[in-house]
Each structure stands twice: as C-alpha cells, then as structure tokens.
C-alpha cells in the first residue's frame, strides 16, 4: 500500500532524518514524501539532505521556507552569509549547480485534493481562499522560475514586506508581501497585520493571534501542513499539522502520515547543532 508522509523542518539535519525514515520504513519506489520547507541550513549536513532529496525527486513533495530562499541567494551571490550559516559545504559542492536550479523550481503551497491537505512553510493569510492562495504563490514561483530570477530574488532583500496586504503599493511589494506570508508569518491580527518577528508581539492592543486559529476560523473547510514555527512546537489538530518540533534545536524531528483517516505522528530525537536565539 503506498503511504503518505509529510515531515517537519530538516535544516540540514541529515542523521535524523535518516534515521525517521528508517522508522516509518519509507521506501521511495512506492511511497511520497512531503517535506514542509527549511530543507538546509543550520545543521551541518544541507549538502546531504539536498543530494538524497534531488535523487527521489519525483517522489517528494516541497514547499520552499526561508532557509531555502536564504540557500538560493547565497548561491546567486546576492547576500553574504549570516553569522550561524552553515552553508559552506553545500554551497561547494560539485553538484550544487544542479541542486540549487532544481530547488528555486520548487513550490510554496501544495494542495493534494484526494487526500485533502495542503501545505505551506510558515502560513496563509486569513483572508485567503485556497483558490487566492494558489495565485498568490503561482506568482512567486513564476518569478523564481523565470530567467530574471536572480532581479526577482535580489528585490526580497531591499526592502522589508509590508505588514499588510492594503499597503502594497506595486507589484514588487505585493511580491515580498506574498514571500513574508508564505516563508515568515506567525502572528496576524483580525484586521490582517502580520508581524514578521520570529518572537511574540509586544503590541497587546492590536490583538496578534497566531495564522492558523485565524485562518481555520475563516477558511472553515481546508486543512493546513506547515513548519516554521519551532517555539510553537508540534500541533496535532483536526485540520492543523503544524510540524516543527526544533529537530536543530536538539529536540525532535516529525513526520506524520498523512493518507490514513486519522494522521500518524513518528518522532525522532535530535542533536542540538544551534539555539533557539541564534538568528
């Protein structure tokens, strides 16, 4: 019987991942994997996950995170490296060439109608439909797939997103709004204000709720896959996988089967290769 599985946030955490699969007995002649984005970086082995992932690539799924993004300018020479960069050896790679033209092919939201699921890195905005959604993120794939991609990159680092979807006031911010959503957000008001902070406003007074109690509360009929969100942690709710359950943070990395009536959750423990305050 083929199997799905979708899995949290890897960061370049080869080990684990190796063995998660050796415990859900993976096997990628018949089975799919879906990998919720935040494939590289920060664990010292993205060259690893990316050549075993490029090897099955018809047989997994991807959403982009901002790890990878961050992955692909990098390699385009469009920024330096950050401080806890763990790139080197990925980015030296003889064969990076071709994984890094595969990778900035890949998606920022899939839908699965059979099984039912969707699933993006970091969220969705409330106030989209999945029909909206998948047009949104149709028009940064197109961007990154197109032969100007490395422009299109580029504009993702002059400036920050906006904070809301009204204050776009051309299709450049329009673009980093839609990339900030997809790839950053976690906390967003009834009024449609994210706050692109990896840590908890401190603004009370404009009432910042985490996406997806604010998204399923709209969209009453999706059910949602992310990552991202480590501090969070793992959520299991009845139309909610949030994944991310800080494998490079030494805690544990998770996979849920995803083609069952109700999913299946495998957990693995971790080496801490960074800290939560680590950038």
Not at 211 to 226: A, M, Y
Request: charged fraction near 25%.
């Amino acid at each position: 019987m083929t199997a799905t599985y979708a899995m949290g946030d890897l960061q370049g955490c080869y080990v684990p991942f190796a063995a998660l699969l050796e415990q859900i007995d993976f096997t990628p002649q018949t089975d799919r994997l879906w990998l919720a984005g935040d494939l590289v970086n920060r664990g010292p082995d993205s060259h690893a996950v990316i050549n075993q992932l490029y090897a099955w690539h018809d047989r997994v799924q991807i959403v982009l995170g901002n790890h990878d993004l961050y992955a692909l300018a990098r390699w385009a020479g469009i920024t330096a490296a950050k401080k806890n960069d763990t790139l080197g050896p990925l980015l030296a790679d003889p064969h990076t060439d071709d994984w890094m033209e595969w990778l900035r092919t890949r998606s920022l939201l899939h839908t699965d109608l059979q099984l039912g699921w969707s699933m993006v890195h970091a969220a969705i905005h409330p106030d989209w439909d999945m029909a909206s959604a998948r047009g949104h993120a149709d028009a940064v794939e197109d961007a990154l797939r197109d032969r100007h991609w490395r422009r299109f990159l580029k504009s993702l680092w002059d400036a920050p997103a906006p904070n809301r979807w009204e204050d776009c006031r051309n299709e450049e911010e329009a673009q980093r709004f839609r990339v900030a959503v997809f790839t950053r957000a976690r906390y967003v008001t009834a009024k449609g204000v994210f706050n692109w902070s990896s840590t908890a406003p401190k603004d009370t007074t404009r009432e910042f709720a985490p996406w997806h109690e604010r998204f399923l509360e709209k969209q009453t009929s999706e059910s949602i896959i992310c990552g991202h969100w480590a501090t969070q942690g793992l959520l299991v709710q009845p139309r909610l996988l949030a994944l991310d359950s800080g494998c490079v943070w030494g805690r544990q990395l998770t996979a849920a089967r995803i083609d069952l009536d109700e999913p299946l959750i495998y957990q693995t423990p971790c080496p801490m290769f960074a800290r939560p305050d680590s950038g």
